[in-house]
């Protein structure tokens, strides 16, 4: 069972752009939203995150959005550049620490 | 910022042998292990998670016998693929954490591809 729901699944903007990417969670008890950047062949990285008590947090080109009532949240990446072209990954963390991912989004960004 | 590693990155072994990954946190104590798998162009899935002394919690549908993890040390985990058969050919990614101020934030090792023939 897929515990977090991701999309879109690919998603192609034009340099300099924003890329918008949601993700949508059921159980209540997660109380932690981790973005993660993946490159092919490679381990995911820590983007940013986010917990239930905040509305949104930027850092930097990133930003989240979250909406707790309707168990939905976000990643704005703005400005989007070639280098920003990857997988991105959200995740839900509950009390035991365990991540659970989203499907994944293939970001392109063209120059 | 953290560093965790793995070995090997790549692995390419016969129908029926075993498999074994290790998972290093290199500058940090890990009191908790994560070890998910990946199949191209999906989701990480997480097959189960260790803490430093004790028995492996695995995940519904994920066989504790075929995939055997050892969590000895802080710094050490791994995980053996028993009699591995083609099917199991995937990339196999191990995270740490720590209980510490940000107890939820896991780094993740850079994977180990496994090709069963």
């Not at chain 1, 997660?30 to 983007?47: C, E």
Request: with cysteine.
């Amino acid at each position: 069972q897929q515990q977090v729901k991701q999309s879109p699944q690919s998603l192609i903007v034009q340099k300099g752009g924003i890329s918008i990417i949601n993700c949508a969670y059921e159980n209540t008890a997660f109380d932690y939203f981790p973005w993660y950047q993946q490159f092919p062949g490679k381990g995911p990285a820590l983007l940013i995150a986010i917990r239930p008590d905040v509305s949104e947090k930027k850092e930097g080109r990133f930003t989240i959005s979250f909406n707790k009532s309707a168990k939905q949240f976000s990643l704005h990446i703005m400005d989007s550049q070639p280098g920003d072209s990857a997988t991105y990954f959200c995740a839900a963390s509950g009390r035991m620490g365990q991540f659970y991912f989203g499907t994944g989004t293939s970001l392109t960004v063209i120059p | 910022g953290a560093v965790v590693s793995q070995h090997p990155s790549r692995v390419i072994c016969k129908s029926g042998t075993s498999v074994k990954i290790e998972c290093r946190s290199l500058d940090f104590q890990a009191t908790t292990m994560f070890w998910y798998r990946q199949f191209p162009k999906q989701s990480l899935m997480l097959m189960a998670t260790s803490n430093e002394g004790s028995k492996a919690t695995y995940e519904q549908g994920v066989e504790k016998d075929k995939f055997l993890i050892n969590h000895a040390s802080l710094t050490l985990s791994t995980l053996t693929v028993t009699s591995a058969h083609p099917e199991d050919s995937s990339f196999y990614i191990c995270s740490a954490s720590w209980r510490g101020t940000h107890r939820e934030t896991q780094y993740f090792g850079p994977g180990t591809r496994l090709l069963v023939l």
